[in-house]
Nanobody, 118 residues
């Protein structure tokens, strides 16, 4: 059974930092794009950052560029999101995603809550 398990969310003051982790089990995703998405109350889920299988190509949403860093450790089957200079508008549930290159299937984690107080 394939699982993505996020951790590292919590409550932080504006300007603070958090590091999210997403540990995959059940299969390896070393050849697949993985990413972080978020959904705030009353809003649609949006992409935050994605990273390719080799870890040498990344994409960031404009709202987080320069503040967030996505990385991965394929030996640990884990992807990370370092979030610095957090803002109240970053408050959301953050979801980990793995997009399988062959077949196009998507896997999602259960989400982790990030709350930034002003």
């Amino acid at each position: 059974q394939v699982q993505l398990v996020e951790s590292g969310g919590g409550l932080v003051q504006a300007g603070g930092s958090l590091r999210l982790s997403c540990a995959a089990s059940g299969r390896t995703f070393s050849s697949d794009v993985m990413g972080w998405y978020r959904q705030a109350p009353g809003k649609e889920r949006e992409v935050v950052a994605v990273i390719n299988g080799g870890g040498d190509s990344t994409y960031y949403a404009g709202s987080v560029k320069g503040r967030f860093t996505i990385s991965r450790d394929n030996a640990k089957n884990t992807v990370y999101l370092q979030m610095n200079s957090l803002k109240p508008e970053d408050t959301a549930i953050y979801y980990c995603n793995a997009h399988v290159r062959l077949g196009g299937r998507d896997y999602w984690g259960q989400g982790t809550q990030v709350t930034v107080s002003s």
